[in-house]
């Protein structure tokens, strides 16, 4: 079987299409490596920029009280770049990067303009950015994504096309068919052979890829990132063995070279390139989307049942600790429905791109660019725990302003009024700090089952590949 | 003779297996994405209609000028189906208002589709072909020349007392011809489903038929590819490997690769800058007016009260970002209290003064923005699309663009449109005195009339000029088809069998 798999490696070595996939190949990759340097830094320090901005007003409102604190809220969540950015892009510049802390709403204001009725913090997700500047043509990325997806699955074809039907054409299969050497370990030898001398051109240009990247002072990857990258390179050769199985199988049962590479090549386009924009199509249509006016016509009545339900209480002018508690009652309560309208309308368009994901998922392209955005840390799922991350952060400052509260002796503990609660300044660093962190194994869980499929897929082509090449006539 | 030779070409490839399995593919792909489009269409268009009906609604609920929401909408074009262009990215409603000027990046996107779903990547017709008619036209000419010459054949046919340039000349009409099968076929089933569900007008056809122009020009110049490294390999194998090769790098890895080396040059934040500044400088000036106004009718110290009673809210604003520039003026007020009264003349040769001036300094800041956001936004797409060209997918792209009307000047066309009906609201306005009328920021004598306003039309641009902005780059194929026939006669005839 070795001697089968070198003797394929060198044939390959030799050829001129190993020449021209290892020019190729290190082309894309070192335009994507120049990329990501020249805009990495960028993308940090306007992240940098905003956290600073935003922590800037959590010690301000912590400085003026922790009243204000609780009124205000911190202010707004950024996503925090990955270093990965380079391996998928995601649909970056689509999604949005930031989850928003809403100003208190003003209900009420009395002549002088001083506030009867108002409200509290809550926290609002912006939807994709589709008031998209750009008018130049409309391009993907050339990230490690479309480099492996597309590229290389497309190398892997034309380094399979002829593995047996040029042999054949040759008569160099007979040759070798009449030697003792089970057909199976002739499959296994060509399989190995034409994934090795694939790997060898990729490995080549992932290295000069990556190498430039950490070598430069401005990114810097950390023990996780190449954690990740590890992940990321085995997933290449998991979906290129894919591609090799497919050119096996089908290069197997054809008799001629030319026959056979005209299939693979119209079997990739249609996986590759049309399923997945077609199926994405065809699954946004399944269910009407709510448009933006529609949702914020929502608020309207909320808030209209809202105000009906404290109205009694809040207008009556009876003990003052029962008013102020009708008032905080309402504002935590508005508040509360805020978000749940928002959560709700994020949970419906969720389900929609789960939805899509699920049914683009018959394309191994877009397994592998799912994938590689999940062990990258861009992309959909990336923003969900992103979105997460802000909500458990929320959380944890409510509790820590009521606990707070609760430690004032001269605070009346009604949380969310000016008259209720501590009107001392507390000390920023006391309060927690949002951290958006990702988790390794989190991103193996939503994406075990995309795994499993594609596993799933190479291996029933290349038990597919088997089955063809044992039943053939020579 | 010629006539012989193509007989037999077009007999050898109509009977091949690749025919049938370019035709099958064809056809099941372009059927198959003309039924998600028009979909998608629908839906648009509903959104469309939906969104003029509210706007209608909103306008008939403003009781006064000052308050009053005009909007218009772009229609998505039922050609989009066809090439997306920037049909579905810019946006599709747009503010109209004296103290606003619009400009191709203002306009708004009325919610259409889960924003998520959207950047899964659209597809289109001419993508479809793009991809197709390329890989068609490859596989068709590669072996046209390197297999007759292993075969043997080619010696047998140059026997003959027969030019060699004539024999191409047969290859390549008996090919093309075979090759528009399913190009037209697939274009025959698209439109069927087309007309069944929108009517397509007399120019929405002569529209497609240059798309199916630029569509064959396309097929051909990829063909001539084929055969050019037909005739100067020895070897088909060798032929297959190197037009696969050219055509992943054409069509995936130089279109990707062009944006991402080119980077955009000069610094933007410095340019947004100095039109920030510039843009602050006359909204500076308008407010330096506004303040002498009020000094001089005497009531500059009483502003306050004044402004509380009647609305005296002026608001001019610079968005660092986009440089959008909004003068705005809202009179929300119910009615006037009784001692306010004696102000109501005073106020309405306050915004008798105020409006227009807000409406030409806004012009004045259009003029600035314009030319800052072209140089930020538009001069690197059109390098960009320039550099494309150097692949014939940049070119083909452009073209058809330009036929269906979502290029650029087609979407300016829209703004433009947007612009010149500003112009007819200022005038409305003035016919009818609105900015010193008691209408302008009190309804409590009456509300206003909007029936009498124009409506908002847009046409898209006639054929001819469509045709006139796709002729360049239709040119440009048709130069790529010669200068390839003319290398592909001259390998030829210098080659040895």
């Known amino acids: 079987m070795w001697h089968i798999t070198k003797r394929e490696i060198y044939d390959n070595l030799n050829s001129l299409r190993f020449a021209l996939t290892t020019v190729l190949l290190l082309a894309l990759m070192v335009t994507n490596a120049v990329r990501h340097l020249r805009e990495h830094p960028k993308r940090v320090q306007r992240y940098r920029d905003a956290v600073t901005e935003s922590l800037n007003h959590l010690t301000d409102r912590a400085n003026d009280s922790l009243y204000t604190l609780a009124q205000y809220g911190p202010g707004n969540f950024y996503k925090k770049p990955s270093p990965l950015h380079f391996c998928a892009n995601g649909g970056e510049p689509v999604l949005p990067d930031v989850v928003e802390v809403d100003e208190p709403p003003v209900f009420m204001t009395d002549a002088e303009g001083n506030r009867l009725l108002e409200g509290i913090w809550s926290l609002s997700y912006p939807d994709a950015n589709l008031q998209n500047k750009d008018v130049g043509p409309n391009v993907s990325q050339v990230d490690w994504a479309f480099i492996i997806g597309y590229i290389l699955s497309l190398i892997a074809l034309w380094f399979t096309f002829d593995a047996f039907s040029g042999e054949r054409e040759h008569g160099t299969l007979r040759l070798m068919l009449a030697n003792s050497i089970p057909r199976h370990t002739v499959l296994i030898g060509k399989f190995l052979g034409a994934l090795l001398s694939i790997s060898i051109p990729f490995i080549l240009a992932v290295l000069v890829n990556v190498l430039l990247i950490s070598t430069a002072n401005t990114v810097h990857l950390t023990t996780d990132a190449w954690g990740r990258l590890g992940i990321i390179f085995c997933l290449a050769l998991l979906y290129t063995s894919l591609f090799v199985a497919l050119g096996l199988l089908v290069s197997a049962r054809v008799q001629q070279s030319a026959v056979s590479l005209m299939i693979l090549l119209l079997t990739w386009v249609t996986f590759v390139v049309f399923m997945p924009s077609t199926l994405a199509s065809i699954a946004s249509s399944f269910s009407p989307a709510t448009s933006f006016e529609e949702f914020w016509q929502q608020r309207h009545p909320s808030r209209k049942d809202l105000w009906d339900k404290y109205k009694a209480q809040l207008r009556s002018s009876e003990l003052a600790d029962r008013k102020l508690r009708a008032k905080s009652e309402f504002y935590t309560e508005n508040a509360e429905r805020e978000e749940r309208r928002q959560e709700a309308q994020l949970k419906y368009r969720t389900s929609q791109v789960h939805r899509a994901r699920a049914i683009t998922s018959i394309s191994p392209a877009t397994l592998l660019q799912h994938l590689i955005e999940g062990f990258a840390g861009t992309g959909f799922e990336r923003h969900l725990q992103f979105v997460d991350n802000t909500q458990r952060y929320a959380r944890q400052l409510r509790e820590f302003v009521a606990d707070t509260d609760r430690a004032d002796p001269e605070s009346l503990h009604i949380l969310g009024v000016r008259e209720g609660m501590s009107k001392k300044p507390i000390s920023p660093e006391s309060v927690p700090r949002f951290e958006d962190t990702l988790n390794l194994s989190k991103d193996f869980n939503t994406a075990a089952v995309e795994l499993l499929l594609l596993t799933l897929f190479v291996l029933v082509l290349l038990s597919g590949a088997y089955l063809a090449f044992v039943r053939v006539e020579v | ?497």
């Open chain 2, 1 to 497: 003779m010629l006539k012989i030779l193509i007989r037999r070409e077009l007999l050898d490839n109509l009977m091949t297996f690749r025919f049938a399995a370019v035709l099958l593919i064809t056809l099941l792909l372009v059927v198959a994405n003309t039924v998600v489009l028009i979909q998608d269409y629908e839906q648009r268009l509903k959104s469309y209609n939906d969104s003029v009906k509210r706007h209608q609604q909103e306008l008939r609920n403003s009781k006064t000028y000052s308050t009053a929401f005009l909007f218009v909408n772009r229609a998505p074009n039922p050609l989009s189906i066809f090439n997306a262009g920037l049909d579905k990215r810019l946006g599709n409603y747009i503010g109209i208002y004296h103290g606003f000027m619009p400009t191709l990046w203002d306009a708004r996107m009325h919610g259409t589709d889960n924003p998520f779903i959207a950047f899964f990547s659209s597809i289109d017709i001419v993508f479809v072909f793009e991809v197709i008619l390329s890989l068609m036209g490859l596989i068709f000419a590669y072996d046209a020349i390197a297999g007759e010459r292993e075969r043997g054949t080619l010696r047998l046919v140059l026997a003959q007392p027969i030019g060699r340039g004539q024999i191409l000349l047969a290859k390549y009409i008996s090919t093309m011809a075979c090759l528009l099968v399913p190009l037209i076929l697939s274009l025959l089933f698209a439109l069927l489903l087309l007309t069944r569900s929108m009517p397509l007008s007399t120019a929405d056809f002569l529209r497609i038929a240059g798309i199916v122009l630029t569509s064959f020009a396309y097929l051909s110049v990829f063909y001539l590819i084929g055969l050019l490294i037909s005739v100067a390999t020895r070897r088909t194998g060798t032929a297959l490997m190197l037009a696969m090769f050219i055509w992943g790098f054409l069509i995936l890895v130089y279109p990707n690769l062009i944006r991402a080396t080119v980077s955009p040059g000069g610094d933007i934040q410095a340019r947004v800058k100095t039109a920030h500044n510039q843009i602050q400088q006359i909204l500076n000036e308008y407010e330096r007016e506004r303040q002498k106004f009020l000094e001089t009718e005497g009531i500059a110290g009483e502003s306050s009260e004044f402004s509380k009673a009647l609305g005296f809210y002026h608001q001019a604003d610079v968005n660092p970002v986009t440089l959008t520039t909004y003068i705005e003026n809202m009179s929300v007020i119910s009615e006037i209290r009784p001692d306010f009264e004696k102000y109501v003349p005073v106020a309405k040769r306050y915004y008798n003064f105020v409006e227009p001036l807000a409406a030409r300094t806004v012009e004045k800041a259009w003029r600035v923005r314009k030319q800052a956001l072209e140089e930020i936004y538009v001069k690197q797409a059109t390098t960009d699309r320039i550099l494309l060209k150097l692949s014939p997918v940049g070119i083909y792209d452009a073209a058809t663009q330009a036929w269906t009307g979502t290029d650029l000047s087609g979407l300016r066309d829209f703004f433009y449109a947007a612009q010149r009906y500003r112009k007819v609201v200022i005038d409305y306005l003035y016919a009818k005195d609105a900015f010193s009328s008691r209408e302008w920021f009190v309804a409590d004598k009456g509300a206003v009339d909007w029936r009498t306003l124009p409506a908002f039309t847009f046409q898209r641009s006639d054929v001819g000029t469509n045709a006139k902005r796709a002729l360049p780059d239709l040119f440009l194929l048709l130069i790529c088809n010669l200068v390839l026939f003319m290398a592909i006669v001259l390998i030829f005839i210098r080659s040895e069998v």
